[in-house]
């Protein structure tokens, strides 16, 4: 390592609390699908902020909102109505069948959105004591006490405990376990249409049907974590369409401000007479600067139909690395996602081979320590996808 980085690698230590084990690389600028380390080295980025940059790093049209609204107005809390908030909202909902918003600063606040106000519904319109929300073997919700509780994961929760009550897990997949564990305290069923922490995982459509009849007859609300998968990423907008289904309410975050810390919960008119003022708040939530810049972002994304674009390049690459676990079945033990969400699990050897792609230019995450993860920009070129490829297969093949 050069002593740039161990510089800056000293400094770190020395100053922020250990939370995060740091990809040797110190990055210093960024643009589209191109990143660049303290010491000048240029990486395809094939993570885009785990997917962040849905439009690419410093995109230049996002880049113009932003320093226009930063010499208009920044933020002026939620006792004011904002237009920059409103025009935010008309157009993120144009993309459901949702007719309304709440706007946070990240996932984990959009899930426990999510989780209280299916609760105060049931409780203050529905009125039944229906408290208990439901989730699947291998999601991830998020880090607060309440979204830790909803994950279910022991790794995660170690040393965390007591953590808040009105939680239970079933197994993924397994609809007849679901149906045993609704009950009366049942108040909704949470899940993503593809687990994106649990190394790219979709969900069966016939399954999600499934879930959603089961969740009609029992009165029981649906809700959809859209924070990975969402956003035009699987090649819909939102992921839960590829089964035909009509949640609730869906979670969102990560490509929404494209990088600027932003969250939401999108809500039928319905659902959402469990709020009333007062009963849920943010101080940060729909600012300004955030709303303007991800106004631009869905524009852009609508504009440019960036969902057809994932749809046609992730098919593309998915074909291309399955033809690979063909040829390498010793190597790779599946191919798995949706548009530009995808999952390489490989048959040993995993961390060597993410550290050589790392030495060669090409930024990917690594999932359970088995799965190579890749979540590129929706922007990214045809030529960086076959370059991957082309050098997974030689790293693969020992050259």
Same mark, same amino acid.
């Given at each position: 390592m050069s002593e740039a980085f161990e510089k800056i690698k000293r400094a770190e230590e020395k100053l922020l609390c250990r939370t995060y084990s740091r990809y040797p690389v110190a990055i210093t600028r960024g643009a589209g699908s191109r990143l660049w380390d303290v010491d000048g080295k240029e990486y395809v980025d094939l993570l885009a902020g785990i997917a962040v940059e849905g439009l690419g790093h410093c995109n230049p049209e996002l880049c113009e909102?932003?320093?226009?609204?930063?010499?208009?107005?920044?933020?002026?809390?939620?006792?004011?109505?904002?237009?920059?908030?409103?025009?935010?909202?008309?157009?993120?909902?144009?993309?459901?069948?949702?007719?309304?918003?709440?706007?946070?600063?990240?996932?984990?606040?959009?899930?426990?959105?999510?989780?209280?106000?299916?609760?105060?519904?049931?409780?203050?319109?529905?009125?039944?004591?229906?408290?208990?929300?439901?989730?699947?073997?291998?999601?991830?919700?998020?880090?607060?006490?309440?979204?830790?509780?909803?994950?279910?994961?022991?790794?995660?929760?170690?040393?965390?405990?007591?953590?808040?009550?009105?939680?239970?897990?079933? *197994?993924?997949?397994?609809?007849?376990?679901?149906?045993?564990?609704?009950?009366?305290?049942?108040?909704?069923?949470m899940l993503e249409a593809v687990q994106g922490e649990g190394g790219v995982v979709p969900l069966p459509a016939d399954y999600l049907r499934s879930v959603e009849q089961l969740c009609r007859e029992r009165g029981i609300l649906l809700i959809c974590d859209e924070v990975q998968c969402g956003m035009c990423r699987t090649g819909r907008f939102w992921a839960y369409e590829h089964a035909g289904i009509k949640p609730d309410a869906i979670s969102i975050a990560k490509s929404l401000a494209n990088g600027i810390p932003m969250g939401a919960m999108l809500a039928t008119d319905e659902m959402s007479r469990g709020f009333e003022a007062g009963s849920h708040a943010t101080t940060f939530g729909g600012g300004a600067l955030a709303s303007a810049v991800?106004?631009?972002?869905? *524009?852009?994304?609508?504009?440019?139909?960036?969902? *057809?674009?994932?749809?046609?390049?992730?098919? *593309?690459?998915?074909?291309?690395?399955?033809?690979?676990?063909?040829?390498?079945?010793?190597?790779?033990?599946?191919?798995?996602g949706q548009g530009l969400m995808i999952g390489v699990e490989l048959v040993s050897g995993a961390p060597e081979v993410w550290k050589e792609l790392l030495n060669r230019g090409f930024i990917c995450s690594l999932s359970h320590n088995v799965t190579l993860r890749l979540l590129p920009a929706l922007t990214i070129a045809r030529e960086d996808l076959d370059s991957f490829a082309k050098t997974l297969k030689s790293i693969l093949k020992g050259g």
């Open positions: 909102v932003l320093e226009i609204q930063a010499r208009k107005l920044w933020n002026i809390s939620n006792l004011f109505y904002q237009e920059e908030q409103l025009d935010l909202a008309k157009i993120l909902l144009s993309t459901s069948h949702h007719d309304k918003a709440f706007f946070c600063n990240s996932g984990a606040e959009a899930n426990e959105a999510c989780i209280k106000l299916a609760r105060r519904y049931m409780r203050k319109i529905k009125k039944v004591d229906a408290y208990e929300i439901i989730t699947m073997s291998g999601c991830f919700h998020g880090r607060t006490l309440g979204t830790l509780a909803a994950t279910g994961r022991k790794s995660l929760q170690d040393g965390f405990e007591p953590l808040p009550e009105g939680f239970a897990q079933v *197994e993924a997949g397994n609809i007849g376990a679901l149906e045993k564990a609704i009950s009366s305290r049942t108040a909704a069923v991800a106004r631009k972002v869905i *524009e852009i994304m609508l504009r440019d139909r960036l969902w *057809e674009r994932a749809e046609i390049n992730g098919g *593309e690459l998915i074909a291309r690395l399955e033809d690979l676990r063909g040829e390498m079945p010793d190597k790779i033990r599946d191919v798995r």
